[in-house]
């Protein structure tokens, strides 16, 4: 697959679960981080996807925003990595880049 021709994009419509937390990491950045529970489409059951959002205006949307609002988020799927004392840690999020309330 030519490198042109790939694609990272995420589209999730759900509700807000829980409170949006807004942080400021060690280099500086800020960043607000929620999650959003989606119904699976293929059975019975729900999945919960964690949101970063970055940018100043996204994340000033995303502080006013209610638990159990309904939302429709679109963005990118990264993977982020720390460390955690002697160990490496990582998890999937998606970085938010448009918030739409519904």
Same mark, same amino acid.
């Given at each position: 697959?030519?490198?042109? $021709?790939?694609? !990272?994009?995420? /589209? /999730?419509?759900?509700?807000?679960? +829980?409170?949006? $937390?807004? %942080? ?8 607000? *981080?929620? %999650? ?18 970055? =940018?100043?205006?996204? &994340? =000033? &949307?995303? /502080?006013? /925003?209610? !638990?159990? *609002? ?7 799927? %990264?993977?982020?990595?720390? %460390? ?8 999937? $999020?998606? *970085? +938010?880049? *448009?918030? =739409?309330?519904?």
């Amino acid at each position: 697959m030519a490198t042109d $021709q790939s694609e !990272n994009s995420v /589209l /999730l419509v759900g509700r807000v679960s +829980g409170e949006i $937390q807004e %942080r400021t990491l060690p280099s500086g950045d800020q960043v607000a *981080e929620f %999650r959003i529970v989606v119904a699976r489409d293929d059975r019975d059951g729900y999945d919960t996807f964690d949101i970063a959002v970055w =940018k100043a205006g996204l &994340r =000033k &949307r995303a /502080l006013s /925003l209610d !638990n159990d *609002e309904w939302l429709e988020v679109k963005g990118v799927l %990264r993977r982020r990595f720390w %460390r955690s004392g002697e160990a490496v840690a990582s998890r999937w $999020q998606v *970085e +938010g880049r *448009e918030l =739409k309330r519904i």
